[in-house]
């Protein structure tokens, strides 16, 4: 690793010299180091990962952007961890707190109802109609336009964990509404 790391800080050295080959490599062989640091750091604060491509990407901008701030004299690699870590940091706060709630284990734990006769398009328009805001928009993209959670979060503007939660929120507002019905 010794090794490496004095290859990437003579690379970093010639790319500030204007030798734009060294500084392509060194810019690749960096990717797997500032992939790890980030991965790291957004598991490490219970992060989802789906912030890890941007977080390479903005550390790679960084990189490019502050080379010239780089002390030759000192080591690279602690270098690049530290502006890693900066980015990533600035990408938690940007995104702010969020919790990432898996919904499938709780279908395991919901009882079992006796099953139901299919209800058509009509009868799920109606039991849509009685949930408002973000739930009524993230029910009617997954369940009348037959979107993906994902497809869902996408076309509102939302995180995919963000459409997961809104969903399970909305279809326990509508099991109560039909329990309540049934008594």
Known sequence: MEDEEQQWALWMQAAAEGDQ?????????LVPLITAVARTCLARNGRDLSELDDVVQESLLAIHLKRHLWDASRPLVPWVRALVVNKTIDSMR??????????????NMLPADTPQPDMGRSDIERLIGHVRGRQRLV???IALKGQTVREAADSLGMSEGAARVTLHRAIKAIAELVRKART
């Open 21 to 29: 080959r060294s500084y392509r490599r060194l810019l690749d062989a």
């Open 94 to 107: 940007r995104r702010g707190r969020r919790i990432v709630v898996p919904i499938e284990p709780l279908a």
């Open 139 to 141: 029910l009617e993209a």
